[in-house]
């Protein structure tokens, strides 16, 4: 059985983060996405969303210079419908990772009409903490 189109918009989704590939991240979101991300406040401290595709790849430009060295490894994918619930780390470089959550909410046009990010700690770093 192929992947669904739901799968097919969140791996190339992650492909497009892992070759640095902006066009092909930004490919995978419709026209009037929304990105609610808590990290859009170091970048634009007066908001934690942006609306629409060019104001998401004005930002992600952002951190692709900071981050040059940015990967995403999967950890699952969860798909129910047209959303999808991705748990992932981000590697900053190859000693800073975070662990995070993205759902995504796709549309009829197999884009990424919807995108909220949550970050955590791994429970490696909470274990670590208690130590403490």
Do not use: C
Not at 68 to 74: D, H, L, T, V
Not at 76 to 90: F, H, R, S, V
Not at 112 to 120: A, E, K, R, S
Request: charged content about 30%; proline content about 3%.
């Amino acid at each position: 059985m192929g992947k669904s189109s739901v799968q097919e918009t969140i791996d190339s989704w992650i492909e497009g983060w892992n070759s640095h590939d902006l066009e092909k991240i930004m490919d995978s979101y419709a026209e009037t996405a929304e990105l609610y991300d808590p990290k859009i406040k170091e970048v634009y401290p007066d908001r934690l969303t942006i609306v629409g595709k060019e104001g998401i790849k004005n930002y992600y430009k952002v951190v692709l210079k900071i981050f040059p060295q940015i990967k995403i490894q999967p950890r699952g994918l969860w798909i129910k419908g047209d959303e999808a619930l991705l748990e992932y780390y981000i590697y900053t470089n190859e000693d800073s990772k975070a662990d995070v959550i993205s759902k995504f909410y796709i549309n009829k046009n197999k884009k990424i009409q919807g995108h909220f990010v949550y970050y955590g700690l791994s429970y490696k770093e909470i274990k670590e903490e208690e130590k403490t």
